[in-house]
């Protein structure tokens, strides 16, 4: 064969090579890392910005990204609704994703109503995907698109809850009209029902709703979410967030001391409780309809609101879902809002815009069927003493369906006798205002926890008095019959009292029962000369001073001791305070703290409070944990706090036993 038949042959071959080659598809392989392919399959609008892979998947397999979808917009929307051919979860998985996109890049109008439309429908497409489709949300469970799917209508409804709220806050503000429970808005009727969630006491609706997840906080450890269906919200009050304003009427006086007034001065004062000014709700949009048509066709959404305390799951369609939840988010913002570290402070030294009286706040709305943990802070302090406590406590699902926390902001710089008489008042007052009947559950059983100074008010409200205060401190001077009367209808009530009968448990941490020595020594003499009573306690036990003071021109009324003196271990009435027997029906831990542990546990002490002092003898358990005084933030005395708060619970046959 002639080289130039070869050289046609060659070419003839290569040209049927090249044709050939042009109708198959050449597969390269490469290898991607763990990060890449998480990226590949989780990554979407939520979290790059841009459509997710599956998403882009279906608009390729649609046949779209050169037509329609070749740009985002409404025209991908309808054509990729309008194709048949597609599975409808990958169809309506692909549709939530695409309106988030939408609505994402939809421009914000502030002077304008909220457009919430593209969310609504985000949020429409996301829940037809989910209950609607081939298969049911548990026959997806373990599948990455489905969690992504709820995550677009989580979202969605979060931002369509911010906006609806704002256009029902205008209508209230513009019109003072209560509250629609149905709107016409961007196109939809919107039924809205608040109903399974319980506001604070004189609150009919919220001012504004904050999502929980754009939230983080300095000093909490840990944010408790509970992972599920719906938007995860915090509902803020109307002037909610700030702390406890100083009062008129004086603490002490004869209006506290005395049943026949004390109902009067209680008519003439706000309550000296709060619930939480910042609850946390979950928010559901549900779309009616009974069938995917019907869901898909509608312009109708339900609104509702549900207590995530209260409750777990929902049934939707036939499926009993988890509901979202987040139980530290309230709680956070109400703290980093509250300006309690410059207000105790400004307490302590009498200063102007301290407080001058007890107050209560409730964690959550007011729980009947959950047991009461009453927090108690100490010296200087404020209810940020548990910041991290409250928080690891609530954190727990064993905890927060048995209990519900309280806590006590009080008056630091006031004698501890009265702060303890005020703080019984309160406690008492609220209890009877929540539980007239006093049949609750919340009303028995109740855990005190205090710290520090709060520990010793804490003992005292366990303890029996009988007349050894009185005697110790007031009995033996020498009064004529009308003096000692006015004293005794004034201090009697202070003096005298019985263990509190709603507690059945305390823990004190890093309380001095018996005083330390470093509220006595040259340094806490100084601080303590730094300190000024309030005035209305000045004003409301003067006449009593006077009543008590000696006989004789050149003797004035006695000087009414300050919180620190009474933390002297020299002060008599701390001496005689711990003396009191605790009632034999409560049961007591101590939580003790020494600075150093190679110090041998009698001789040592927490910088503040030796262990003599904070030993008490007769108690169940003893939890000595190498810290400073402020022992109960550190994770062991949480721990340990959370071991008790257990076992009290296995104790009354709550939860079982573990073998």
Known sequence: MGSSRLRHVAMMLLALATLGLGGCA????????????????????????????????????????????????QECIAALAALPGISQ???????????????????????????????????????????????SPGERAFEDRQTQVRDYYNYATQQ??????????????????????????????????????????????????????????????????????GAEMVAIMDDALAAVAPSDAPLGTQADAQAGDGARARRQRPPGWSEMPSPGM??????????????????????????????????????????????TAGYGLWLARSGFARQSLRTLLGREGGIDRPHLYLMQPYEPDRRIILMVHGLASSPEAWVNVANEVMGDATLRRNFQVWQVYYPTNAPIALNHFAIRRILDEALRHFDPEGTAIASRDMVLIGHSMGGVIGRLMVSSSGDALWDGLIGARDLDDGRRQRVERRLGPVLRFEPVPAIERAIFIAAPHRGTEVAGNRLGRWVAGLIRLPLTVLE???????????????TGPPRLPNSIDNLSRSDPFVQAAAQLPISPRVRYHSIIARRR??????????????????????????KIITSGHSVQETAPAILEIRRILHEDLREAGVVPRVR
């Not at 409750?311 to 499926?319: A, K």
Request: charged share 20%; hydrophobic share 40%.
């Open 597 to 622: 542990a190679e110090t041998p546990l009698a001789e040592s002490d927490d910088g503040l409070v030796p262990y003599p002092s904070a030993h008490l003898e007769g108690a169940l358990s003893e």
């Open 160 to 229: 369509a809850g911010i906006g609806l709220f704002e256009v029902l806050a205008a209508r209230r503000r513009d019109t003072g009209a209560p509250t629609p429970t149905t709107l016409e808005h961007d196109g939809w009727a919107i039924h809205v029902d608040l109903g399974g969630v319980r506001l604070p006491e004189g609150v009919d609706f919220p001012k504004a709703l904050v999502p929980a997840t754009s939230l983080s906080f300095d000093g909490l450890r840990s944010t408790y979410r509970r992972e599920g269906f």
């Open 282 to 327: 979950t928010l559901l949009f549900r779309f009616p309809g009974e069938d995917l048509a019907g869901i898909l066709s509608t312009r109708e959404v339900q609104v509702s609101a549900h207590d995530p305390y209260r409750d777990t799951g929902v049934e939707l369609h036939g499926q009993q879902v988890p509901l979202a939840a987040n139980f």
């Open 540 to 554: 409301g036990i003067g006449d009593v001073l006077q009543d008590l003071a000696e006989p004789g021109p050149a």
């Open 26 to 73: 050449m597969v390269e392989v490469r290898s991607q890392d763990a990060g890449e392919y998480i990226a590949s399959r989780r990554g979407d609008m939520l979290t790059t910005g841009r459509p997710s892979a599956a998403t882009a998947e279906t608009i390729r397999v649609a046949g779209l990204e050169a037509s329609a979808c070749s740009a985002p917009g």
């Open 89 to 135: 979860e990958r169809r309506l998985a692909a549709l939530s994703e695409l309106w988030l996109q939408q609505a994402m890049a939809a421009p914000s109008a502030p002077a304008g109503p909220a457009r919430i439309d593209p969310w609504l429908e985000t949020a429409r497409h996301a829940y037809a995907y989910l209950f609607f489709s081939e298969r």
